[in-house]
């Protein structure tokens, strides 16, 4: 009985070390136009100073991107688009369903 109760409670610890998060959204210019095949990268900030590629995606001809990725507790999470000297950075909510639309301004 108490291995079974250690075994519930190990896996309930290891199925809580990530969770399941989505982060979508479009890509507009300042005059509200799609921004098509350009890069929207994830970054994962392990600590304050230092951020590193996570993933990216390319947007299509609407200027949707989307990720999903399991986000791990001690981990920040931000997406960002730069295009033209023209920098967006947005920071994601682990475990939850992000939308951010990302306008590029002048």
């Known amino acids: ?25 479009y890509v507009y210019s300042a005059s509200g136009q799609p ?28 200027g949707y991107y989307e990720f999903s990725f399991d986000a791990k507790k001690n981990n920040s999470y931000c997406v960002t688009c730069d295009f033209d000297s023209k ?6 909510v682990k475990g939850a369903v992000n939308i951010k639309d990302i306008i590029l301004i002048k």
């Open 87 to 92: 920098f967006c950075e947005y920071t994601l």
């Open 35 to 62: 921004v098509t095949n350009i890069s929207v990268d994830l970054l994962i900030t392990k600590d304050r100073d230092y951020a590193e590629s996570f993933s990216y995606a390319t947007t299509g001809s609407s």
């Open 1 to 25: 009985m108490k291995r079974l109760l250690y075994l519930i409670f190990l896996i309930s610890i290891l199925t809580n070390c990530t969770k399941k998060t989505i982060c979508k959204g």
